[in-house]
């Protein structure tokens, strides 16, 4: 993408990411430039920000010319917005770039808040070797605010450009926006101190910062048992916590659960603990909420580093100057100059706003440690690295390494935000929600070939459209996001014609919403079909589960585990012959998927999990915990419509249960490393007649790794004997373990009241449980 528009011909400036007259629909752009020949490029270039009658709309900014390329960060207001880019060299003629910024109000923003203690000062805590010279002048309330607004203007014109490059279209969040004092611009600060705010238009649309005040007075915030970074810490998650009640105490109805708000908040009263070595008052923590609040905190331990205003932003991200004692805490890590410890914070923030909005920990900003790249997306030239020893670099696209952005799943995961919704998107051709979750399917079916032969054939498919899919990494044709596939499918003939048996074949397909299946050995699902044939009738069904993201991605470690494999169908045979549906499921969630009750109606209730558990005295029912068991009742004549499944890297963290009379329940255990949704449904013309899945076995804990649906056609009658098969009963769990006396139904354990004492005896302690609660928070539906 390049484009110009100038008055003479030499040299030229071209801009690479924008083309002139583009609408824009984000306040903050990351305008990116180049001059040819480089040989005559300027050293800086001014930008000035006019109307269209010539009225300055923005304070002029002065940006680097590094090797002819420049990179411009441009707050653009409502409208047309002429651009003027000045070189400062006589030389060279001046260019203009034309843009319309046309907000979308029509979207939910992100918020921003800061929480303050109860009896806070007010300040920003910070250490005098540490901060910039004369720093004491701008720790105050008003400065925190300033910075965390700036900072979140960064994050917007990041991600814009990231999504951009991804070839996802310019598209980011937009912030909650009030008419107020704008503080983005340093001649902005200087009119409010001057009192000429009108005269230098201060005065105009900026984004809001929320002011909280917590019942918590500074002493229980900066209490060390609930620092994240003190590794004896008994309830890391307490602050997180204590911000949403204070969003919740606020009053404010945009802050109310059922009005799904996402806030990126800063706990203005942190403070760094010399004696302990760690910063009190500090959560690094983000969690995602589909139905109700998504949250993000942060400690305002390194807001110093952070720029105040847009004037700042390459002074800061190339600052090499290091603090008189060399080092200062960043959580987990020390580190010199200045700018490494504003992207530190700045990144590791990001992170977290990452989680707020659902993504999960992948490559780029969502794993960490990329930092030292985080400048690469606003500068043209970075300072030296004192970590590594290395040289400043030229950042040119395409050339220079970055890993401050997102995962392509990830981003893809965005798009089907509202947040990040362009009005050029289509409509969901699914519910929002399935359309957010819901995995591709990959199966083997029954099939015919063209000359009408049965076949064996490996079917995908996803109801928002598969973007890409991958043979042993490579591609069988290129990635789509305008034309994707919805459906797609091959035969065993043909995979045995490109690949040897005696190779395994990983199969990767990447839906359109950034959720992916990965089958590690192709193979193996030929020799295990997803599909069962009721012997003696032409019934099929067709099984589709979620697993832990180990398991499906077949690392070793999950390979050498014991796991209880178990199935049940919805309805029973009674012993006269009458068969009777599923009366209620019980959800059992701890920092686990503990496991799952179907009970009927005539009183049995069957362990979706293992029948037995195993300690020191033998063999015993198990029963499975949970810190608040979830109970659906199946009215008359409603169907099961699917399943959400919160699966993290080794075990599934929650589930939850739809049925047709829109009614929806379940526990979702919140803050797993790894953790992701999905939707598990039925194919199209087909209904859910029973659930089968794994649990691990005879370890600490017992949570489940999978879970999965079993499918027929919806006027497809379940013949008798399909309540004969064992592939769809939970007997043994496939390890021969079930071998002691039993009175009742070899299958089924019959309803008994919760006994308390037995889980006082399986092993863990109530220390360890206080623990994980600790880590994780229970979010129930």
């Not at 004037?311 to 200062?328: A, C, H, K, S």
């Not at 003939?493 to 990447?510: G, M, S, T, W």
């Not at 797993?672 to 649990?695: D, K, Q, T």
């Amino acid at each position: 993408m390049e484009s110009t528009s100038q008055t003479t011909s030499a040299p030229t400036l071209l801009f690479e990411n924008v083309e002139d007259g583009e609408v824009i629909y984000q306040r903050c752009l990351i305008i990116k430039a180049r001059y040819l020949p480089v040989a005559k490029a300027p050293a800086t270039v001014t930008i000035e920000h006019k109307s269209p009658s010539g009225d300055d709309l923005y304070p002029p900014q002065t940006w680097p010319v590094a090797e002819g390329n420049t990179k411009i960060i441009a707050m653009l207001s409502p409208g047309f917005n002429t651009l003027l880019v000045q070189p400062n060299d006589h030389g060279t003629e001046s260019s203009v770039l034309n843009l319309t910024y046309v907000p979308l109000m029509q979207q939910p923003p992100l918020h921003l808040a800061i929480m303050v203690a109860d009896d806070s000062p007010l300040s920003i805590d910070y250490e005098p070797s540490n901060a910039y010279p004369n720093f004491a002048d701008n720790a105050s309330l008003d400065s925190a605010m300033s910075r965390l607004r700036m900072l979140a203007y960064m994050w917007q014109a990041m991600i814009a450009e990231d999504m951009r490059k991804k070839g996802l279209g310019r598209r980011s969040f937009r912030l909650d926006e009030q008419w107020g004092v704008d503080t983005t611009s340093a001649r902005f600060s200087h009119a409010l101190r001057d009192a000429k705010l009108w005269e230098a238009g201060a005065v105009r649309s900026t984004a809001k910062i929320h002011i909280l005040k917590s019942t918590h007075t500074t002493k229980e915030v900066r209490n060390a048992k609930i620092s994240q970074d003190n590794v004896l810490a008994r309830n890391k998650a307490r602050l997180h916590a204590w911000f949403e009640e204070a969003l919740q105490a606020s009053g404010q109805g945009i802050f109310l659960a059922s009005a799904r708000p996402i806030v990126a908040g800063l706990i203005l009263d942190s403070t760094y603990d010399h004696d302990d070595g760690f910063v009190l008052g500090h959560a690094a923590m983000g969690s995602h909420n589909a139905t109700g609040t998504s949250l993000c905190v942060f400690g305002s331990h390194l807001a110093y580093s952070w720029p105040r205003n847009v004037e700042d932003i390459t002074p800061f991200l190339v600052d090499p100057g290091r603090p008189q004692d060399g080092n200062v805490s960043t959580a987990n890590a020390t580190t010199g100059a200045m700018w490494e410890i504003c992207s530190i914070g700045q990144t590791d923030f990001l992170h977290q706003l990452g989680h707020a909005f659902g993504a999960s920990h992948m490559t780029g900003i969502m794993r960490g440690a990329c930092a030292q790249h985080w400048p690469r997306n606003f500068v043209a030239r970075t300072a030296p690295n004192h970590e590594s020893g290395e040289e400043g670099v030229v950042v040119i696209d395409g050339e220079t390494a970055n890993e401050a952005i997102w995962d392509l799943k990830n981003a893809l995961a965005f798009t089907y935000l509202p947040h990040f919704r362009l009005p050029s998107d289509r409509p969901f051709p699914v519910d929002e929600f399935v359309a957010r979750f819901a995995k591709p399917a990959i199966f083997v079916d029954e099939g015919t070939d063209e000359e009408g032969n049965h076949e064996l054939q490996l079917k995908m498919s996803s109801p928002v459209g598969i973007f890409c899919i991958l043979w042993n990494g490579e591609p069988s044709e290129p990635p789509s996001l305008t034309s994707p596939l919805f459906g797609a499918r091959t035969s065993l003939k043909q995979i045995e014609a490109n690949f040897h048996r005696d190779q395994p074949v990983r199969l990767a397909v990447l839906a359109r919403n950034g959720k992916e299946t990965i089958i590690p050995d192709v193979w193996t699902l030929f020799e295990d079909p997803c599909f069962l044939r009721i012997p003696g009738f032409d019934v099929i069904l067709h099984k589709r589960s979620v697993m832990c993201k180990d398991l499906e991605e077949g690392v070793q470690s999950m390979q050498d585990k014991r796991f209880w494999t178990w199935a049940t169908l919805l309805t029973k045979r009674m012993q006269h012959g009458t068969i009777v549906g599923v009366k209620q499921i019980d959800i059992c969630v701890t920092c686990v998927l503990e496991g799952v009750y179907v009970r009927f109606q005539d009183g049995i209730r069957v362990n979706c999990g293992p029948r037995i558990q195993k300690s020191s005295g033998g063999k015993f029912n198990k029963h499975f915990r949970g810190h608040a068991p979830q109970e659906l009742m199946i009215p008359p004549n409603q169907e099961i419509l699917g399943f959400e499944v919160a699966r993290d890297a080794q075990v599934l963290r929650g589930l939850r249960v739809r049925l047709s009379n829109g009614e929806s329940k379940g526990a979702i255990c919140r803050g797993g490393l790894f953790e992701e949704r999905c939707i598990l449904e039925p194919p199209v013309g087909e209904r859910i007649i029973g659930l089968y899945g794994r649990n691990h076995f005879g370890e600490e804990s017992d949570g489940m790794v999978e879970f999965g649906i079993i499918t027929v056609r919806k006027d497809a009658n379940l013949p008798n004997e399909v309540y004969e098969m064992p592939e769809l009963q939970n007997i043994d769990g496939g390890l021969t373990e079930a071998d002691f006396d039993r009175d009742d139904d070899p299958y089924a354990a019959p309803d008994v009241d919760y006994d308390s004492s037995e889980e006082s005896n399986s092993g863990e302690s109530e220390d360890a449980d206080l623990l994980l609660q600790a880590f994780f928070e229970l979010n129930i539906e």
